[in-house]
């Protein structure tokens, strides 16, 4: 393999970090948030916090998070 079609993968660390730091604002602000302003049901403000979370977190910050540390890797 050719070394500048070499893909290098993050340290597994720094990824955990990063996830934990966006988790915290989320988990922390969404789920009071649906209880003042659309539920109190803990059942569906935790499926609704999960369908709000999960895709911020997979296709917001993790693609943003790599892209910018392959910037910084430039």
Known sequence: MN???QVL???QHLVA???FAALLPLVYYIPPWLVSNVTDN???VTV???M???PVISYAAMPL???AL???AE
């Open 52 to 54: 709000i979370i999960v």
């Open 65 to 67: 998070f790599f892209k």
């Open 17 to 19: 970090t990063f996830t």
């Open 48 to 50: 609704l916090s999960l």
């Open 70 to 72: 392959k910037k910084l």
């Open 9 to 11: 993968s993050p340290n």
């Open 42 to 44: 803990h059942f569906f």
């Open 3 to 5: 070394s500048s079609n």
